[in-house]
């Protein structure tokens, strides 16, 4: 009964998972006792890694990118790295002015990985003309796609798309 149990929480992609556990609690980078259970190495699995003692944290990234429909976007992730939050920033201009009053989301995937839409979160509108979001620990650095989708209140909504590198 337990294997099933097993089974089930940790799907299709069992063998992965087992797979990368080991690796993990070989290499030393989980420290578990044989008392601690199953909650236990979930919850130390969830935490962001950490960094490096004195390696600096990845420069922030920014990226412009033009609608098809004559929007001009301007990106920025602070810091560009997946071991930690991400804070997302982005405006939005129309023939040069900042656009207010609209629904901007945006969506995290990463398809060497086949994980599409692996986050998706809505952005604030600030007052400045600004969106922004707090993207929590992405855990995987590599290439992801961001697909920002804009809906003005008045027009139809668009969407631009940004390739990143993400560091660890």
Same mark, same amino acid.
């Given at each position: 009964?337990? #294997?099933?149990?097993?089974?089930?929480f940790l799907?299709?992609?069992?063998?992965?998972?087992?797979?990368?556990?080991?690796?993990?609690?070989?290499?030393?980078? &989980?420290?578990? @006792?044989?008392?601690?259970?199953?909650?236990?190495?979930?919850?130390?699995?969830?935490?962001?890694?950490?960094?490096?003692?004195g390696?600096?944290?990845?420069?922030?990234?920014?990226?412009?990118?033009?609608?098809?429909?004559?929007?001009?976007?301007? /990106?920025?992730?602070t810091?560009?790295?997946?071991?930690?939050?991400?804070?997302?920033?982005?405006? /939005?201009?129309? #023939?040069?002015?900042? &656009?207010?009053?609209?629904?901007?989301?945006?969506?995290?995937?990463?398809?060497?990985?086949?994980?599409?839409?692996?986050y998706?979160?809505?952005?604030s509108?600030?007052?400045?003309?600004?969106?922004?979001?707090?993207?929590?620990? &992405?855990?995987?650095?590599? @290439?992801w796609?961001l697909?920002? /989708?804009?809906?003005?209140? @008045?027009?139809?909504?668009? #969407? /631009?798309?940004?390739?990143?590198?993400?560091?660890?």
């Amino acid at each position: 009964m337990q #294997h099933i149990e097993h089974t089930r929480f940790l799907g299709p992609n069992r063998w992965i998972a087992i797979a990368v556990l080991a690796a993990l609690l070989a290499g030393g980078a &989980l420290a578990l @006792s044989p008392t601690q259970g199953r909650r236990a190495l979930l919850d130390q699995l969830q935490r962001a890694a950490t960094q490096p003692r004195g390696a600096a944290a990845p420069a922030r990234a920014g990226f412009v990118r033009r609608s098809s429909t004559g929007y001009v976007i301007a /990106v920025t992730l602070t810091p560009n790295r997946a071991t930690g939050p991400i804070g997302l920033s982005l405006r /939005v201009l129309r #023939h040069g002015r900042s &656009l207010h009053g609209a629904r901007v989301r945006v969506g995290f995937s990463m398809a060497s990985m086949n994980m599409w839409n692996a986050y998706t979160a809505a952005l604030s509108a600030l007052p400045d003309g600004r969106y922004a979001a707090n993207i929590p620990v &992405l855990g995987m650095a590599g @290439s992801w796609r961001l697909r920002i /989708v804009v809906t003005p209140r @008045s027009g139809r909504p668009f #969407h /631009v798309t940004v390739n990143d590198r993400i560091a660890a």
